[in-house]
Protein backbone atom coordinates (compact mmCIF):
# COMPACT_ATOMS: atom_id res chain seq x y z
CA UNK A 1 0.00 0.00 0.00
CA UNK A 2 0.88 3.24 -0.95
CA UNK A 3 1.15 6.18 1.60
CA UNK A 4 -1.93 8.24 1.15
CA UNK A 5 -0.25 11.94 1.97
CA UNK A 6 2.80 11.05 -0.36
CA UNK A 7 0.61 10.84 -3.52
CA UNK A 8 -1.72 14.00 -2.47
CA UNK A 9 1.05 16.32 -1.78
CA UNK A 10 1.98 19.95 -3.41
CA UNK A 11 5.06 18.46 -5.01
CA UNK A 12 3.59 16.47 -7.30
CA UNK A 13 1.03 18.67 -8.39
CA UNK A 14 3.22 21.47 -9.16
CA UNK A 15 5.61 19.23 -10.96
CA UNK A 16 6.20 19.96 -14.72
CA UNK A 17 3.54 22.37 -14.01
CA UNK A 18 5.17 25.44 -12.29
CA UNK A 19 7.32 27.58 -14.64
CA UNK A 20 8.19 29.36 -12.16
CA UNK A 21 10.17 26.64 -10.89
CA UNK A 22 11.30 25.55 -14.07
CA UNK A 23 12.80 28.96 -15.44
CA UNK A 24 14.73 29.16 -11.71
CA UNK A 25 16.30 26.04 -12.23
CA UNK A 26 17.04 26.19 -15.67
CA UNK A 27 19.42 29.45 -14.83
CA UNK A 28 20.65 27.83 -11.36
CA UNK A 29 21.66 24.57 -13.09
CA UNK A 30 23.92 25.97 -15.81
CA UNK A 31 25.63 28.32 -13.11
CA UNK A 32 26.23 25.42 -10.28
CA UNK A 33 27.85 23.65 -12.76
CA UNK A 34 29.81 26.71 -14.40
CA UNK A 35 30.64 27.78 -10.54
CA UNK A 36 32.03 23.87 -9.63
CA UNK A 37 33.84 23.80 -12.92
CA UNK A 38 35.75 27.00 -12.45
CA UNK A 39 36.24 26.80 -8.94
CA UNK A 40 36.64 23.44 -7.51
CA UNK A 41 37.36 21.27 -10.29
CA UNK A 42 41.06 20.93 -9.39
CA UNK A 43 39.90 20.42 -5.47
CA UNK A 44 36.86 18.16 -5.75
CA UNK A 45 37.20 16.87 -2.59
CA UNK A 46 36.42 19.79 -0.58
CA UNK A 47 34.16 20.43 1.09
CA UNK A 48 32.74 23.84 -0.64
CA UNK A 49 33.56 21.79 -3.60
CA UNK A 50 31.31 18.34 -2.54
CA UNK A 51 28.43 20.60 -1.39
CA UNK A 52 28.73 22.79 -4.69
CA UNK A 53 28.65 18.93 -6.10
CA UNK A 54 25.56 17.78 -4.75
CA UNK A 55 23.75 21.48 -5.29
CA UNK A 56 24.07 21.25 -8.65
CA UNK A 57 23.55 17.74 -9.07
CA UNK A 58 20.15 18.27 -6.93
CA UNK A 59 18.87 21.16 -9.37
CA UNK A 60 19.66 19.13 -12.42
CA UNK A 61 17.76 16.02 -11.50
CA UNK A 62 14.78 18.06 -10.62
CA UNK A 63 14.95 20.05 -13.59
CA UNK A 64 15.31 16.71 -15.25
CA UNK A 65 12.00 15.42 -13.05
CA UNK A 66 10.09 18.64 -14.39
CA UNK A 67 11.12 17.75 -17.81
CA UNK A 68 9.68 14.46 -17.89
CA UNK A 69 6.81 14.83 -16.22
CA UNK A 70 5.70 17.96 -18.48
CA UNK A 71 6.30 15.69 -21.21
CA UNK A 72 4.19 13.00 -19.33
CA UNK A 73 1.53 15.73 -19.38
CA UNK A 74 1.81 17.31 -22.61
CA UNK A 75 1.48 13.43 -24.03
CA UNK A 76 -1.86 13.14 -21.99
CA UNK A 77 -2.97 16.29 -22.96
CA UNK A 78 -2.68 15.46 -26.71
CA UNK A 79 -4.53 12.35 -26.59
CA UNK A 80 -7.88 12.23 -27.81
CA UNK A 81 -10.83 9.61 -27.14
CA UNK A 82 -12.97 8.52 -29.98
CA UNK A 83 -16.23 8.71 -27.38
CA UNK A 84 -15.28 12.78 -26.85
CA UNK A 85 -14.94 13.50 -30.80
CA UNK A 86 -18.14 15.45 -31.90
CA UNK A 87 -19.21 16.26 -35.83
CA UNK A 88 -18.71 20.06 -35.81
CA UNK A 89 -22.21 19.84 -37.66
CA UNK A 90 -23.97 17.86 -34.75
CA UNK A 91 -26.64 19.55 -32.93
CA UNK A 92 -26.39 19.39 -29.50
CA UNK A 93 -30.02 19.10 -29.09
CA UNK A 94 -30.45 15.88 -31.87
Known amino acids: MECQTCTRSEFWQKLGRCRRCIRQLAVLSPLGWTSWFIFYRHSPTTIEAITLFVAASSMTLL ?19 PADKKSPTQMPGK
Open 63 to 81: LLAHGIRAWQLGIKANRIK
